[in-house]
């Protein structure tokens, strides 16, 4: 994505036999958000909720139904694959802070667009939570949650590219052996 950026972004538009393409929910948000502009990123493509929650929108494959991945996410909660630390923490932290400064005016950024677009879902439960890559104790899981919803949310409000995701959770990644280090707990009976 970084070295190909104008053939990796062609988005077919969902259902059309002709190929035609549109941009994608936050490339209508990053055009819109950059530029003095009254009307809705929704508003201007015709997306609604209910097309980003079924996938009938633009968008890399595997991360347009958040329905499907959703189900497959409470799978993995409901079997133990994974816990709620991270997931949670970076989805929160996605919405507090798209509600915060997404938007001319602070406060009223659009959380539902925010959630449902890009690849958010898809990072928070498939790609965050990687045993290998994520720390291992429950405050840096946090923690880790935490700093990959900042970073995202600094890639798509104010860098050069409409998505964050996996830049965030790859700069993340790096930071676990700190994380494990800072928040492994202090044994029973061991003096500082």
Not at 127 to 152: E, H, N, W
Request: net charge positive; proline share 6%; with cysteine.
């Amino acid at each position: 994505m970084a070295s190909f950026p104008a053939l990796m972004t062609r988005w077919p538009v969902p259902f059309r036999l002709d190929a035609v393409t549109a941009p994608t929910p936050l490339a209508i948000f990053k055009d819109s958000f950059s530029q003095t502009n009254i009307l809705s990123p929704l508003e201007r493509i015709n997306y609604t909720y209910l097309d980003m929650l079924f996938g009938f929108r633009g968008g890399c494959i595997g991360e347009t139904c958040i329905v499907v991945l959703l189900l497959g996410a409470a799978y993995l909660l409901y079997r133990g694959y994974i816990s709620w630390h991270i997931p949670l923490s970076y989805i929160g932290t996605v919405a507090l802070f798209s509600w915060i400064f997404a938007a001319k005016a602070l406060l009223r950024g659009d959380i539902i667009l925010h959630l449902l677009s890009g690849g958010l879902i898809l990072g928070a439960f498939y790609m965050a939570t990687d045993y290998v890559t994520s720390p291992i104790t429950r405050k840096g899981q946090l923690i880790f949650g935490v700093g990959c919803g900042l970073i995202t949310c600094v890639i798509r409000f104010w860098g050069g590219y409409p998505e964050g995701v996996s830049y965030a959770i790859l700069l993340m990644n790096a930071c676990t052996p700190l994380l494990d280090k800072l928040s492994v707990p202090r044994r029973f009976g061991v003096n500082k």
